[in-house]
Protein backbone atom coordinates (compact mmCIF):
# COMPACT_ATOMS: atom_id res chain seq x y z
CA UNK A 1 0.00 0.00 0.00
CA UNK A 2 1.04 3.09 -0.95
CA UNK A 3 2.26 5.98 1.37
CA UNK A 4 -0.16 8.61 -0.07
CA UNK A 5 -2.72 6.28 -0.18
CA UNK A 6 -2.25 5.45 3.71
CA UNK A 7 -2.11 9.31 4.11
CA UNK A 8 -5.39 9.89 2.50
CA UNK A 9 -7.11 6.83 4.39
CA UNK A 10 -6.25 8.39 7.72
CA UNK A 11 -8.66 10.94 9.41
CA UNK A 12 -6.00 13.21 10.92
CA UNK A 13 -3.09 12.21 9.33
CA UNK A 14 0.58 13.32 10.97
CA UNK A 15 2.09 16.58 9.73
CA UNK A 16 5.23 14.61 9.26
CA UNK A 17 4.13 12.27 6.69
CA UNK A 18 2.45 14.92 5.15
CA UNK A 19 5.47 16.77 5.06
CA UNK A 20 7.80 13.85 4.03
CA UNK A 21 5.39 13.30 0.82
CA UNK A 22 5.36 17.07 0.03
CA UNK A 23 8.95 17.26 0.02
CA UNK A 24 9.16 13.38 -1.69
CA UNK A 25 7.18 15.11 -4.93
CA UNK A 26 8.92 18.16 -4.53
CA UNK A 27 12.50 16.22 -4.88
CA UNK A 28 11.29 14.56 -7.89
CA UNK A 29 10.32 17.88 -9.57
CA UNK A 30 12.81 19.58 -9.00
CA UNK A 31 15.19 16.06 -10.35
CA UNK A 32 12.74 15.87 -13.32
CA UNK A 33 13.30 19.67 -14.29
CA UNK A 34 16.94 19.65 -13.83
CA UNK A 35 16.91 16.79 -15.87
CA UNK A 36 14.85 18.65 -18.37
CA UNK A 37 17.11 21.41 -18.09
CA UNK A 38 20.17 20.24 -18.89
CA UNK A 39 18.45 17.77 -22.11
CA UNK A 40 17.78 21.15 -23.16
CA UNK A 41 21.04 23.00 -22.93
CA UNK A 42 22.75 19.76 -24.74
CA UNK A 43 20.03 20.04 -27.76
CA UNK A 44 20.59 23.93 -27.80
CA UNK A 45 24.54 23.24 -27.43
CA UNK A 46 24.64 20.50 -30.00
CA UNK A 47 22.49 22.79 -32.95
Do not use: E, Y
Request: hydrophobic share 45%.
Amino acid sequence: MDLWQRAQGLPDPTPSAALLLVSRDCCRLIGLSLRHARAWRNFFKGR
